[in-house]
């Protein structure tokens, strides 16, 4: 990580302290998978770039939750709960969500909230908004009702909630971009009729988009509107198809009873997307010859795909196969050399060998193209105490934490890695943006 991207956003870790502080702290797991990830980039690229972004400097991140709910903390992350990807029905009302999430960064929304906000680009800092963001979502009633006392407190109640005003201009904003990125707008309706009927419920019922999302049935009738005047519906796209169907398809395999995923690989649209489902499930099942099978047939219909490889490593990695999976995660990575997860799998496996020295730069390479994954930090603090190096293996762990939302205990082990590590160092510096995000956090309670 560069000393720029390392140096704190005093504003940012400020506000995020006082947020945990109102929200009680909670694990958040973001869901890590180059194959996903990659799969999500290629549907939001067309949307990003209609409305003005990146695709390169706006990442679409898996969390790890069964609700309903996507949402932004900075303008370089849009947020999508797994919940909400498996229930949407078509690439289509996915790339909605990415467009409604798009205008609230291209609107201006997350800094209305934030106004000295530009980004999280720390562990501290997007692992304190996470929790707070998912704390306040899915939080209970009385945490919620704390969360709305006092003048501090209701300035940050509004962190993720958006006001009518902005879900209209983002609405409009949305669909423009979906008709300038030639996707069918119909979409966004699909994504809210998902929610009809969710406004009448108690917020204890509702999911958390609809908290953070205010639906009214004027707003809908507005949304039917523009999307009506968008005209025709666009042409359909076989690449958003697969990419879309390909996402799914692996977290459901992942998140579902591995019966229920074998029972329906024939509804799967395309072989390659079968076979791959029936290797994740053979492999829940600890049926490691016929998960090597499956993925081996995958690997045969398109041999230059690297995330077959990389399920592949992670099979044999999983299964105790250390050695055939470095050799497996090689082959990912020389189709895909910058690809952070790769990386990481191919790191984890040679600590898995006891190839410390080779895992400790694999993985300090992984963490300098995405320092996010709290894998990566979780292996790099076993490979420096493996290799004995105590400061650094606590300053991963502290960042491990931090990226949690797990500042008190983020605290004890950055505290540990500032005694430890020379002064003013990259890593020093590092230590010390968790532990005063801890100590904000601490006195704010």
Request: net charge positive; proline share 4%; no cysteine.
């Amino acid at each position: 990580m560069s000393a720029a991207a390392a140096r704190p956003l005093a504003a940012l870790l400020i506000a995020a302290a006082l947020i945990l502080s109102a929200v009680p702290a909670r694990a958040v797991t973001l869901l890590r998978d180059a194959d996903i990830e990659y799969a999500l980039a290629e549907l939001a690229a067309p949307v990003l770039r209609a409305a003005g972004l990146s695709p390169s400097q706006v990442g679409i991140i898996v969390v790890d939750d069964n609700s309903l709910n996507a949402f932004i903390i900075d303008t370089r992350n849009i947020f999508i709960h797994s919940g909400l990807i498996l229930k949407l029905e078509s690439p289509e009302a996915l790339q909605a969500v990415i467009a409604h999430e798009a205008a609230h960064i291209t609107n201006g929304h997350i800094a209305r909230r934030l106004g000295n906000m530009r980004s999280a680009r720390t562990a501290a800092a997007l692992g304190a908004a996470l929790a707070a963001a998912t704390g306040v979502a899915t939080g209970s009633g009385d945490a919620l009702a704390g969360v709305m006392l006092g003048t501090q407190s209701a300035a940050m109640r509004n962190f993720l909630a958006h006001t009518r005003a902005e879900e209209s201009s983002a609405d409009i904003s949305s669909i423009r971009t979906l008709v300038r990125a030639g996707i069918d707008p119909r979409g966004a309706l699909e994504v809210q009729e998902i929610f009809r009927g969710q406004e009448a419920l108690s917020a204890r019922r509702q999911d958390p988009y609809m908290q953070t999302h205010p639906l009214t049935r004027d707003r809908l009738r507005a949304l039917q509107g523009l999307v009506a005047s968008a005209g025709a519906k666009a042409a359909e796209n076989p690449e958003a198809d697969y990419w879309y169907a390909r996402s799914r398809a692996k977290l459901s395999a992942f998140q579902r009873a591995p019966n229920w995923t074998l029972r329906r690989l024939d509804r799967a649209p395309s072989r390659d997307i079968a076979l791959m489902s029936e290797a994740v499930a053979r492999h829940r099942q600890s049926d490691l010859p016929r998960a090597l099978k499956a993925i081996d047939a995958a690997i045969a219909l398109r041999p230059r795909d690297p995330f077959l490889y990389d399920l592949k490593g992670e099979i044999l990695l999983e299964s105790r196969r250390a050695g055939p999976a470095i050799q497996v995660y090689s082959q990912a990575r020389q189709l895909a050399p910058r690809n952070a997860q790769i990386l990481a799998g191919l790191g984890r496996a040679q600590l898995a060998a006891g190839q410390y020295g080779a895992a400790l730069k694999t993985l300090e390479e992984a963490r300098g193209r995405d320092w996010r994954d709290s894998r990566v930090l979780r292996d790099l603090a076993v490979a420096y105490a493996k290799a004995g190096n105590a400061g650094m293996a606590s300053e991963a762990t502290a960042q491990r934490y931090a990226l949690q939302g797990r500042l008190e205990d983020a605290g004890i082990h950055a505290t540990r890695a500032l005694g430890l590590l020379p002064r003013g160092s990259a890593p020093w510096r590092r230590a010390q943006d968790v532990l005063d995000a801890a100590q904000r956090a601490e006195k704010n309670r």
